[in-house]
């Protein structure tokens, strides 16, 4: 999160310096996403690993559609219709499969395990709630660098800072913390605002991001040498059906508000 804040701020004061300016009634959704979704959700989702570990933990993590679609529906009052059950379904149902191969192990499990999963979930699902209503009076990156350096703060009172330099000690530690910062950090974040901002429907948003499984998987294969699985690939196969039914209840949702809209203004 420290080094995510320190690119997105240079980039700013390079670029576009008005980006560090933030309003005052603004602050609020910044500390919200920085303590429930950077803070909350990796304390949650590291105890959730330590207790029914990891395969279960990450399949409790993808409820977080879920979420953000029971959510999105109580608050932006946003149309859940018969295509985004199906998508919330089918995408599940893939990341259980790709996560587990069909098989848990039910020996780890244990209830204060899965709430902290399903705590976690909540956390994650929240970025997109309290983002979308954050994105309408600032600019996503200004709302990412600041939740960014507040959630690296509250962290920082958790951790021994001297142990943590430490265990940087060679250069490709270094650059790895890097990347880590500004291309799962900044990037991933800044992309996903952007297309919330654009317009697409949080509960869709939530099913598309889960592309990040399918690719976690494929490099797996392809670059760290992880072993095969045809369970894997039908689990894949299901959460590329979900994303493509997600889309498909996206133009849904427009067509349907475009109609209304017009029958508004014919009614008046």
Known sequence: MGIGFISIAIFAKLRRPELLKIKRNMYIYVVLIAIFVQVVFNIFYL?????????????????????????????????INFLKIISLIVCFLGAFITVTEGKLNYENLNLLGIVFGIIAAIAYSLFSIFGKKALEEMD?????????????????????????????????????????????????YISY??????????????????????????????????????IKLIGIIFMAISMIIALRSNKQAVKENIVEELSIKNSI
Not at 152 to 174: E, P, T
Not at 199 to 211: P, Q, R, T, W, Y
Request: hydrophobic share 60%.
């Open 47 to 79: 105890k959730a690993i330590n207790s029914v570990g990891t395969s279960t933990a990450a399949v409790l993590l993808y409820t977080s559609p879920l979420f953000v679609a029971l959510f999105s529906k109580l608050i932006y009052k946003e149309r």
């Open 140 to 188: 996503n990156l200004t709302m990412i660098a600041y939740s960014f350096l507040i959630g690296a703060l509250i962290i920082l009172l958790k951790i021994d800072v001297l142990h943590m330099i430490s265990c940087i000690n060679n250069l490709k530690a270094v650059l790895l913390i890097i990347a880590f910062g500004v291309i799962t950090g900044a990037l991933a």
């Open 193 to 230: 605002s952007i297309g919330v901002k654009k317009g697409v429907e949080l509960s869709v948003a939530g099913v598309l991001a889960s592309v990040e499984l399918i690719f976690a998987v494929l490099i797996g294969w392809t670059l760290l040498g992880e072993q095969y699985s045809f």
